[in-house]
């Protein structure tokens, strides 16, 4: 079975800084893209980055400056660097990646089950 667990969310004050991280494990062949996305109480999810297994990153414009995403492939883990927090971007955020298991002969979609982020005097 694979699995993604995200961690290193948590209060912080507006101006403030978090950085995220999500695991991949279980019986994983190869990831590609993975990417972080936000749900907003009462809001869609939404793309805050993303990341592709050569390192091309592509960031949410509201982010852009402020958050950074990177990847270290051997650990199947990647990371959200978020600086200068504003309270709109509280929410929970999900780790995604578009993922290969050893027993599938396709690449699919797995989520993590999000880690809560509060921005917040």
Not at 7 to 12: A, K, Q
Not at 20 to 34: D, K, P, Q, V
Not at 55 to 75: E, L
């Amino acid at each position: 079975q694979v699995q993604l667990v995200e961690s290193g969310g948590g209060l912080v004050q507006p101006g403030g800084s978090l950085r995220l991280s999500c695991a991949a494990s279980g019986s994983i062949f190869r990831i590609n893209a993975m990417g972080w996305y936000r749900q907003a109480p009462g809001n869609q999810r939404e793309l805050v980055a993303t990341i592709t297994s050569g390192g091309n990153t592509n960031y949410a414009d509201s982010v852009k400056g402020r958050f950074t995403i990177s990847r270290d492939n051997a650990k199947n883990t990647v990371y959200l660097q978020m600086n200068s927090l504003k309270p709109e971007e509280t929410g929970v955020y999900y780790c995604n990646a578009d993922l290969k298991s050893t027993g599938s002969r396709w690449y699919a979609y797995y989520w993590g089950p999000g880690t809560q982020v509060t921005v917040s005097s």
